[in-house]
DNA sequence: GTCTATACTTAGATAGAC
DNA sequence: GTCTATCTAAGTATAGAC
């Protein structure tokens, strides 16, 4: 009120969501680097070139940091589960899937390594995420799978394992870094070796699952030959 | 000199073996789920069921511990990595090496998981091991995969991601068994469940990698259908 | 050989100066 | 709004009693 707001800042100061921005994007680092217990407030600070106090001032505590820290990791994830239905091509959606989550690793890979982070210490604080929203996602897409397998349109392997085969084989790429460098001896991988790794799994999930094209199902099953 | 050395004691009284014991079962579990930072002497001590001051006294230091651990856990992997030739059938050594990387991950989940909070963590102590012993050991089998891919025996895939993937891919079931628990609501996986896995993985990595017998080869390629 | 007591450092968090 | 000073608890490690 005594101040007039005009519009320029969404909420806060500008000061306010520049150091806030910097403590995020320390905070993602140091969590996903030592987990919630091994991450100090005092290295996040020295990261985010604020004192120690300052960070606590804007988060409240490291537990609040944290839990921030996944919400904001859950809603980059979420944007990327966008809906499937029975009718689309089976191909196309595994396809855009893996490349999505290749993508994905690459672009954040500090938020990966966080949730992997918290995934092996147990999940404390997203149990009820695991055992609710994303339980419903898996189990929604399951169903998805079924049907086309049961349309013939690929082999009949459980959902559930080949999703996972598909998070687990592209967060390799992020939360494993460090041995993926040491193994390839390249200080990092471009965006070649990207594209290429994801042609990679697309081919191999898709043929290791027999996965076929619709206009090949129509036209009668003689052509066992795949493009 | 002073004490007969009776010989049923390998190395120190046998109270020492097995509280050192007692202290490793408990630290890898320990250091599993918080990574090494985060893990305590305190919390080690208090599942190993003795006085804080024993762990040291013992171990000689948190990061004497850890190192051990890591030792134990790449001696037991090691152990798992006997050679492979050319001559060997490759569906036979990507299913024994799938079934192997399984069971591992079964039945030392908290190595798997030790592992993979260093790794994470940026691999501060094992990067030399990454780029040495291990980075040689994925270089001579992609030898050996290239060569079978040379000789018809399988589609040229780059081995280096293919052994990414089988270890992603594994691993999985031990380092995110939270995250396992939470979607498929069991509070466990059973020895089936595990069987099942496996055999969903190896025919995925078989077939999407064109995998054939030498036998099928010999005849010529006139069968194109997979049993 | 084993445990108690204690140094010394760093942790997260807060009150109060500016 | 921002930072200095400080509190209390917990961390690793060690010296010394038993």
Redesign the interface.
């Known amino acids: 009120m005594a101040k007039a707001d005009n519009g320029s800042e969404p909420e806060g100061g500008a000061i306010r969501r520049r150091n806030e921005q910097a403590i995020l994007e320390a905070a993602e680092r140091v969590f996903?680097?030592?987990?919630?217990?091994?991450?100090s407030v005092q290295e996040i600070a020295e990261q985010a070139g604020l004192p120690k106090s300052n960070v606590l001032y804007y988060m409240g505590s490291k537990r609040k940091l944290y839990v921030r820290l996944l919400e904001r990791v859950m809603e980059r994830w979420n944007a990327m589960l966008d809906d499937i239905s029975a009718d689309d091509d089976p191909a196309e959606v595994l396809s855009a899937f893996i490349r999505s989550k290749m993508w994905m690793s690459r672009r954040h890979p500090e938020g990966s390594?966080l949730f992997?982070?918290e995934?092996?210490?147990?999940?404390p604080f997203l149990?009820e995420y695991?055992?609710g929203e994303?339980?419903n996602w898996?189990h929604s897409r399951a169903t998805v799978f079924r049907q086309w397998a049961e349309r013939g349109l690929m082999d009949p392997?459980?959902p559930?394992?080949?999703i996972?085969?598909i998070?687990?084989?592209t967060?390799?790429?992020a939360?494993?870094e460090?041995?993926?460098?040491?193994?390839?001896?390249r200080k990092a991988l471009s965006d070649e070796d990207i594209e290429?790794?994801t042609e990679?799994?697309t081919?191999?999930?898709?043929?290791?699952?027999?996965v076929k094209h619709p206009a090949d199902l129509a036209a009668g099953e003689a052509s066992?030959?795949e493009r």
């Open positions: 996903a680097r030592h987990g919630y217990r091994g991450a390594r992997a982070s995934i092996i210490g147990g999940a149990q695991l055992s994303l339980r898996v392997v459980d559930v394992w080949l996972f085969l998070w687990s084989s967060q390799h790429y939360d494993f460090a041995q993926v460098r040491g193994i390839t001896g290429r790794i990679f799994l081919r191999v999930v898709i043929k290791g699952c027999g066992l030959t």
